[in-house]
């Protein structure tokens, strides 16, 4: 199996003590490739640093909208100092977005520190991971007005025309444990419909471990328990759909040097 979590958190607090440990769990899950996100400026630090470490980790470094406060200048330049020195090892900007659940950031600001970092992506030929809770047409309509770049919206849990509108502006819809779910039938579904070509599988650990798993530590090698649930809405096995979202990820983020 050829698995890739396209967004998990080693960076993370909870993976202090043992994320090396982790990341040997899964590769013998079958994950060849990680994509260690980002979500302020000092676990993007570490993101590059454990991709610095390990050739199978790829970094994403960005500001999530919770942390949209901490954006400065001083911040953009660290960020822009981090992927002038280490851009191999980065394959993407993120997480970046709205959150309008916790609304912890006046959504003025997040909008703005969003539109920033679309741009910084764009100028760096980075695609962008979007984190989006409750701000799907906010989200999209600034995706838009930055001319739709390449993007993935990751843990997607939206409704139906929104997974069609995200994949009509040419974005790539990220799944991950909640999909395992047992009340998650309509999630399912909509997961279904998406083309099979803009489909990525993620644990976004240590959050949201799938159903196999649950009250557990989500970790990376949980993504495997991610494609034995939603390869059969595909008719695929596990191992197809594993190559197939595999070369998904190669498309969307470059082939893993």
Not at 1 to 27: P, S, V, Y
Not at 49 to 55: D, K, L, T, V, Y
Not at 134 to 140: K, R, Y
């Amino acid at each position: 199996m050829a698995l890739t979590d396209t967004h998990c958190h080693l960076n993370h607090g909870d993976f202090a003590d043992d994320w090396r440990a982790a990341l040997e769990r899964a590769r013998e899950a079958g994950v060849k490739r990680l994509l260690v996100v980002g979500f302020d400026l000092a676990s993007s630090r570490l993101a590059v640093e454990m991709a610095q470490s390990e050739s199978d980790i790829q970094a994403v470094i960005g500001i999530h909208p919770e942390s949209a406060a901490e954006w400065t200048p001083s911040t953009r330049d660290e960020l822009l100092g981090l992927l002038s020195g280490a851009g191999n090892h980065i394959a993407a900007w993120g997480e970046v977005g709205l959150d309008y659940y916790w609304d912890s950031v006046p959504r003025d600001v997040q909008v703005a520190v969003f539109e920033e970092q679309i741009e910084i992506a764009k100028s760096a030929s980075l695609p962008l991971v979007i984190h989006c809770r409750e701000a799907f047409t906010d989200v999209l309509d600034v995706l838009e007005t930055h001319g739709n770049p390449p993007a993935v919206l990751h843990c997607f849990t939206g409704t139906q025309a929104e997974a069609d509108r995200a994949v009509a502006a040419g974005c790539y819809i990220g799944v991950g444990g909640i999909a395992t779910f047992k009340k998650s039938d309509a999630l399912r579904e909509i997961v279904r419909s998406v083309p099979l070509d803009k489909l990525l599988l993620e644990t976004d650990s240590p959050y949201l471990a799938p159903q196999a798993r649950r009250g557990k530590r989500n970790e990376p090698a949980y993504v495997a328990f991610v494609a034995d649930v939603v390869a059969p809405l595909f008719g695929l096995s596990a191992d197809e759909l594993a190559t197939t979202t595999s070369e998904n990820a190669d498309r969307l983020f470059g082939v893993l040097r």
